[in-house]
């Protein structure tokens, strides 16, 4: 997420955690979203071709072999979910924030029987499931809980005017906007080989961010979906659910990972990264948790690690300290 779009959230961490103070005044908010919006789309964005599936909520890219990008631009998340097509099955790796119809754009995209896995059940992520009937899920406390849906002052925050660069599609207010249960109908075991005909995908277990986030794996193509463990902005690591040191172990296994890779695939922003950065990502949270960088205040009880390219935010409470 952009410098920006935390500024924005720093409202949600009032429904979150209860960390700010003082609230952000509506003449701030205000200023932040045009900017948030103004800086769209994100340059990135110039060097692929929009495909004529797309509509006015997602935008559909196509950046690898087979692997389609289903992104939503005009909310604050922007969230990207991936559909991963092998030549009997496709894997939707997240539905997004279920503000869209994203049933409609896979239709689109392929007629293949088509299951459901998320990266983690944050609600930016599983919006969407309802829609599905296959649902292949890691089994823990949270996803199990978050599978029985949402409706919050955090789920409204979503999609409320703050959240959005354009109104969002017919039929949705932020008052009938909740994430519904859905039905997780097979469990999948962590390094369980999903194979697609054609192309196989390793699901590999990487808590820190939640405790059921994983990534997925194509050896052959190189290609890596990180969901929230890593995209180029500022990657959350200060909720309730977060265990940093589960990260820490987590993103060196990723970095690890990266010399045989070719591209990796993130949740939010931009769809395409050179996984080389994945080794400073380690390094950079390394020294973090060994107390010897220095932050600064991103709201009150968050402070952010900035390093080119990603930041980290972590609760000031949880960042250790050397003697
Ligand atoms: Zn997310």
């Known amino acids: 997420m952009s410098t920006l779009k935390a500024l924005m959230l720093s409202v949600m961490c009032i429904v979150i955690c209860g960390c700010l103070s003082d609230p952000l005044s509506e003449s701030t908010l205000s200023d932040s979203l045009d900017t948030f919006c103004a800086k769209l789309p994100r340059p990135e964005y110039a060097e692929l071709d929009l495909h004529e599936s797309s509509n006015n909520w997602f935008e559909v890219y196509l950046v690898g072999d087979g692997v389609w990008a289903i992104y939503e631009p005009h909310q604050w998340q922007e969230v990207i979910s991936y559909l991963?097509?092998?030549?009997?099955?496709?894997?939707?790796?997240?539905?997004g924030n279920g503000l869209g119809d994203i049933h409609a754009i896979v239709k689109k995209l392929t007629s293949l029987p088509v299951t459901v896995i998320n990266s983690h059940s944050h609600i930016d992520h599983i919006g969407g499931n309802y829609q599905f009937e296959n649902i292949a899920s890691?089994?823990?406390?949270?996803?199990?809980?978050?599978?029985a849906g949402l409706n919050d002052a955090l789920v409204k925050e979503e999609a409320s005017a703050a959240a959005l660069c354009k109104p969002l599609p017919e039929g949705v207010t932020q008052a009938n906007h909740i994430i519904r249960p859905y039905q997780i109908t097979r469990v999948i075991a962590v390094g369980e080989r999903l194979d697609l005909g054609g192309r196989v995908l390793e699901v590999l277990s990487i808590p820190g961010h939640t405790d059921d986030s994983i990534a997925l794996l194509d050896k052959e193509a190189g290609y890596l979906w990180t969901g929230d463990s890593y995209y180029a902005g500022p990657i959350w690591l200060f909720a309730d659910?977060?265990?940093?040191?589960?990260?820490k172990k987590s993103i060196n296994y990723l970095a690890k990972l990266s010399p045989q890779l070719v591209l990796l695939f993130p949740a939010h922003n931009t769809p395409r990264v050179d996984p080389k950065i994945l080794i400073g990502v380690a390094n950079s949270f390394n020294k973090v948790l060994s107390g010897s960088?220095?932050?600064?205040?991103?709201w009150d009880g968050v402070q952010r690690f900035q390093y080119d390219g990603f930041s980290f935010l972590?609760?000031?409470?949880a960042i250790p300290k050397l003697e």
Do not use: M
């Not at 977060?242 to 990260?247: A, C, F, I, P, R």
């Open 138 to 147: 890691v089994s823990t406390v949270f996803s199990i809980e978050r599978s």
């Open 293 to 298: 960088e220095t932050s600064k205040p991103e």
């Open 314 to 317: 972590l609760r000031e409470d």
């Open 241 to 247: 659910e977060t265990d940093l040191v589960d990260y």
């Open 84 to 95: 991963i097509l092998g030549d009997n099955q496709a894997i939707l790796f997240d539905t």
